[in-house]
């Protein structure tokens, strides 16, 4: 099991900047996949930012086109937490975002792939 704890949510004007910070406890290892997710209202949860790990201690980093170049994942192993740096906000970022894991070796950017999910963090970008 799991658990995961999401932070850092809040409003920024376009152009802005925030982070998100994501605590893993419980069974988490190295070769662990962890991404962010984000629903916004109407909408279907869609893929931003994931994270695999290959065991020996280089992770590998995938983007959804959409925030390539704004956003950047990151995994600090020492405090078991996973990061995503969002810069040059757009209202259409205005989504709760999810924190998720998962064991599993499958696609990155499919949902359906992941067995734990943080309770999300509300982002609003205002225009």
């Known amino acids: 099991q799991v658990q995961l704890v999401e932070s850092g949510g809040g409003l920024v004007q376009a152009g802005g900047s925030l982070r998100l910070s994501c605590a893993a406890s419980g069974r988490t290892s190295s070769r662990d996949t962890m991404a962010w997710f984000r629903q916004a209202p109407g909408k279907e949860r869609e893929f931003v930012a994931g994270?695999?790990?290959?065991?020996?201690?280089?992770?590998?980093?995938y983007y959804a086109s959409s925030v390539k170049g704004r956003f950047t994942i990151s995994r600090d192993n020492a405090k078991n937490t996973v990061n995503l740096q969002m810069n040059s906000l757009k209202p259409e970022d205005t989504a709760v975002y999810y924190c998720a894991a998962t064991y599993s070796r499958g696609t990155v950017e499919y949902r359906g792939n992941y067995d734990y999910w943080g309770q999300g963090t509300q982002v609003t970008v205002s225009s």
């Open positions: 994270s695999r790990g290959s065991g020996g201690g280089a992770y590998y980093a």
